[in-house]
């Protein structure tokens, strides 16, 4: 098999034509959940999302566009106040922190003269010590990212920017510093200064390679989810990573994204082979060498991994840049696995009357081994959330519209396990639903389990888990509330803990939402221990429901830790979720950390101040003389 898929994408995102409410909508139109999460921090459950600040000053250095353009005449630079404010936050509540500067790069050499010119030295008149001007940059994808990942913490003294205690980034005019000189290999004084953020925005790297033999792909880190498996519907074959959003590849692979299928193919970190990255300068551009920058370029660019299923060569770089989050490096091209279609799929719900015995049922359906694609949960809370959108749209009596496609109705109030199967038979996809029902019926309980085959059965079945997080949001509308109608911003946390304790760890946090008075349905990718809380708010809700609603996330986070299990299972770090590394992996582990960020970017120009700290500048501990 070799199809020719060697292509240019136009880029195009429909979500910038629908409102946020729609676009969550459309992301669950195929089951998937969405990648969301959310801030633990009381300013950013308190404070609403800032409007665009048109009037902001720009904070990079007067000719680091102008350079740039000079040298690469067809670079698209924007600096319109709602490009800015759109790159400036993610699909969470998290306050917007806008770049100075949006980039769009076509080419690998671009990315690389846009690093190499985030740290420039520089000598100003009135100056008694070099000045060592710093650019951050944050690779941006889709925007689909959740736990602040794309916010420029530098503007943290900004007004409606996030605060101190959130991981401020702060500028550093007039202190001296001593840092190595690499070319005099020696020690220099010199006074380091932030000089700002851009967003490299990477939509134009639309590549789409050739499909061989060996079930993989080479794609631009720019292709979405949705245009490679179009591309590749002719072959066969699928790109199964699944995170509900129409997510980039390039950012899936920073976040280490998964999904609903991950239980049968695998996260992120499964499916990369090999990627070709542009990392940070390690050395300082000195201003003498700005005429030849591209020939005197610091940042590199490398090529990591390889095309084979398995190898011992060395450290596993393609995973060290998978999950980084845009901290070590720009992702320009990744080599992803892809699977065959399946040839036979079914789905089936299962009602119970304990969400603790739902939960059961899924770890023995998995410790049983039987073969599932999907396995989602819904508690109570969900399904109500689910039928009350249904009296809000005006439907819900199950028949057929003027189309004759199915109506949706309403469901019995109980925990509900939604199961796919899919496989190369029929006669195995209803071998395996056959196992899975006998686990949930006799053994567990389990009502009114229902199967169906055809696509649109399949759907209708399902819907209550593809509309999860519009409903959710529909569950706090309020007619009779002017001022806040339904939910402002929505905050949807996630954690992963194994199997043996994922039954009581989402019955206490469903429970606690409950007690708490709440509402925060919660729902999971079941089969491997991850589950979610969705938790909206309102603009009008006291500071004693946002208290709640931190600590129901606080509880949620330290259970999953207390029994080995993790603050995040894909929803990834940012700023929102850094202090429980600490929790995680002790004291230890976060140094590991600090010194592999302080190696690959020693002067802290990628994604500062997300997943771990590095307070140093040119790979060395800062010496400040008062």
């Given amino acids: 098999m070799a199809a020719s898929l060697q292509r240019t994408l136009g880029p195009f995102n429909i979500n910038r034509f629908l409102s946020p409410p729609k676009q969550a909508c459309l992301r669950y139109i195929n089951g998937p959940t969405v990648d969301l999460s959310h801030s633990i921090h009381a300013p950013s459950l308190s404070d609403p999302p800032p409007s665009p600040q048109h009037d902001r000053r720009s904070r990079l250095p007067s000719d680091f566009l102008s350079s740039l353009r000079a040298r690469h005449p067809g670079?698209?630079?924007?600096?319109?106040?709602?490009?800015?404010?759109?790159?400036?936050?993610?699909?969470?509540?998290?306050?917007?922190?806008?770049?100075?500067?949006?980039?769009?790069?076509?080419?690998?050499?671009?990315?690389r003269d846009i690093?190499?010119?985030?740290?420039?030295?520089?000598?100003?008149?009135?100056?008694?010590?070099?000045?060592?001007?710093?650019?951050?940059?944050?690779?941006?994808?889709?925007?689909?990212?959740?736990?602040?990942?794309?916010?420029?913490?530098?503007?943290?003294?900004?007004?409606?920017?996030?605060?101190?205690?959130?991981?401020?980034?702060?500028?550093?005019?007039?202190?001296?510093?001593?840092?190595?000189?690499?070319?005099?290999?020696?020690?220099?004084?010199?006074?380091?200064k932030r000089k700002g953020g851009i967003s490299v925005d990477m939509c134009n790297f639309q590549f789409i390679g050739e499909v061989g033999d060996d079930a993989f792909v080479r794609v631009g880190a720019g292709v979405t989810r949705n245009a490679l498996n179009e591309a590749l519907r002719h072959t066969g074959m699928q790109f199964m990573v699944d995170p509900g959003a129409d997510a980039t590849i390039g950012g899936m692979s920073a976040c280490a994204a998964s999904g609903t299928a991950a239980v049968k193919y695998g996260t992120m970190r499964d499916n990369v082979l090999a990627m070709t990255a542009v990392l940070p300068p390690t050395t300082i551009l000195s201003a003498n060498d700005e005429a030849t920058a591209s020939n005197n370029a610091t940042s590199k660019v490398v090529n990591l991994g390889c095309n084979?299923?398995?190898?011992?060569?060395?450290?596993?770089?393609?995973?060290?840049?998978?999950?980084?989050?845009?901290?070590?490096?720009?992702?320009?091209?990744i080599t992803v696995k892809l699977h065959p279609l399946p040839a036979y799929v079914l789905a089936a719900s299962c009602a119970f009357d304990d969400l603790h015995c739902a939960a059961e049922a899924v770890a023995n359906i998995r410790m049983m081994g039987v073969p599932v694609s999907r396995i989602e949960l819904l508690d109570e809370m969900s399904i109500q959330a689910f039928n009350q959108s249904l009296i809000m749209e005006g439907c819900g009596d199950g028949g057929e519209d003027d189309a004759g496609a199915l109506r949706l109705k309403p469901?019995?109030?109980?925990?509900?396990?939604?199961?796919?199967?899919?496989?190369?038979?029929?006669?195995?996809?209803?071998?395996?639903?056959?196992?899975?029902?006998?686990?949930c019926v006799a053994d567990f309980g389990g009502k009114n389990f229902v199967s169906a085959a055809d696509e649109s059965t399949r759907h209708s079945l399902w819907a209550a888990r593809h509309r999860l997080y519009y409903s959710a949001i529909a569950l706090r509308a309020d007619g009779g509330d002017s001022d806040s109608p339904t939910a402002q911003s929505t905050i949807v946390t996630d954690v992963c803990v194994p199997l043996s304790h994922f039954a009581d760890i989402i019955t206490d946090t469903a429970n606690n939402v409950r007690e708490s008075g709440v509402v925060g349905p919660c729902f999971g990718h079941a089969g491997d221990g991850n589950f979610h809380c969705i938790l909206p708010l309102k603009k009008n809700d006291t500071k004693e429901y946002r208290d709640r609603v931190t600590a129901i996330i606080e509880n949620m986070i330290n259970r999953a830790i207390s029994v080995g299990g993790t603050c995040t299972g894909e929803h990834g770090i940012g700023y929102g979720k850094k202090k429980y590394l600490a929790k995680m992996y002790?004291?230890?582990?976060?140094?590991?950390?600090?010194?592999?960020?302080?190696?690959?970017?020693?002067?802290?120009?990628?994604n500062p101040g997300k997943i771990v700290d590095n307070d140093s500048y040119g790979g060395h501990d800062i010496v400040t003389e008062n």
């Fill in 308 to 333: 084979a299923l398995k190898s011992s060569a060395g450290y596993n770089l393609p995973a060290l840049l998978t999950g980084s989050e845009g901290t070590l490096g720009v992702l320009t091209e």
């Fill in 411 to 439: 469901m019995e109030l109980k925990p509900t396990l939604f199961i796919e199967f899919a496989s190369h038979s029929e006669i195995s996809a209803h071998e395996d639903l056959s196992a899975a029902k006998n686990i």
């Fill in 115 to 192: 690093l190499t010119a985030c740290c420039r030295e520089r000598r100003v008149e009135g100056e008694d010590l070099p000045i060592v001007e710093i650019v951050s940059v944050i690779p941006y994808g889709s925007g689909t990212s959740l736990e602040g990942h794309l916010q420029f913490l530098q503007r943290a003294e900004d007004e409606g920017s996030p605060g101190a205690d959130e991981g401020e980034i702060k500028d550093i005019p007039t202190s001296c510093f001593t840092v190595r000189d690499d070319e005099a290999n020696a020690y220099k004084k010199v006074r380091i």
């Fill in 586 to 606: 002790g004291e230890g582990g976060v140094l590991m950390m600090e010194a592999l960020k302080k190696s690959i970017d020693p002067w802290n120009i990628m």
């Fill in 75 to 111: 670079l698209d630079v924007s600096i319109n106040p709602y490009d800015l404010d759109s790159h400036g936050r993610g699909e969470s509540h998290h306050p917007t922190a806008a770049p100075d500067a949006v980039i769009r790069p076509t080419r690998v050499e671009e990315v």
